[in-house]
Every structure is written in C-alpha cells, then in structure tokens.
C-alpha cells in the first residue's frame, strides 16, 4: 500500500514539475522554434550562466520574435537522479522571416 502511493506521489511531482519561461518579443505566424538547444548546467546552474544571442541567430534583432526557456518532466527525472548536481534546461528561439 505504502508503495503504490509513494509511486504515484512521485510520477505526480515528475509529470508537474514543468516550467515554460516565453517572452513574446513581436508577433510571429511561426510555431516552429528557429534554433533550439539544450543547455548544461551544473548543481543547479549556481553562479553559472549561458547566452544566446537571439539577434545574431535571427540574423537581425527587429526578425526576433519569441525566446523560451523550458523544464521538462525529463529535465526534472535527470535533476533528482543525479540529486540536482546536473540541471539541463531546454531554449528556443522564433524568429520572423
């Protein structure tokens, strides 16, 4: 009994432990990201930190449409495997024509 619940408690924390960051920079018909990436971080990413320069992936700042940022349920499984020592996160980037 104890088990059940404790299987399902944790498939409940891993399926609602995603987080989406968008910012809407101008509108877009696109849904497909131009550029995506996964990045590497490190015990949490403290002190760390990654670029990507939107304007140069787009080719030109005004073509900057979206950049995300995202957690997924299988970034989180990956952090609480490896007890938050490495903490990958997804970016993308939409750019207009």
Same mark, same amino acid.
């Given at each position: 009994?104890?088990?059940?619940?404790?299987?399902?408690?944790?498939?409940?924390?891993?399926?609602?432990?995603?987080? !989406?960051?968008?910012?809407?920079? %101008?509108?877009?018909?696109? !849904?497909?990201?131009?550029?995506?990436?996964?990045? !590497?971080?490190?015990? #949490? #990413?403290?002190?760390?930190?990654?670029?990507?320069? #939107?304007?140069?992936?787009? #080719?030109? %700042?005004?073509?900057? %449409?979206?950049?995300?940022?995202?957690?997924? %349920?299988?970034?989180?499984?990956?952090?609480?495997? !490896?007890?938050?020592?490495?903490?990958?996160?997804?970016?993308?980037?939409?750019?207009?024509?």
């Amino acid at each position: 009994m104890f088990k059940q619940h404790s299987v399902s408690l944790l498939l409940a924390l891993l399926l609602s432990a995603c987080a !989406t960051q968008r910012f809407d920079i %101008a509108s877009s018909q696109k !849904t497909e990201p131009t550029f995506q990436e996964k990045q !590497t971080f490190w015990l #949490g #990413g403290i002190g760390q930190t990654e670029a990507v320069d #939107g304007a140069k992936v787009c #080719g030109d %700042a005004s073509k900057l %449409a979206r950049v995300e940022t995202q957690v997924t %349920a299988g970034t989180v499984a990956l952090s609480i495997l !490896t007890l938050g020592i490495y903490t990958p996160r997804n970016i993308a980037i939409t750019c207009n024509p």
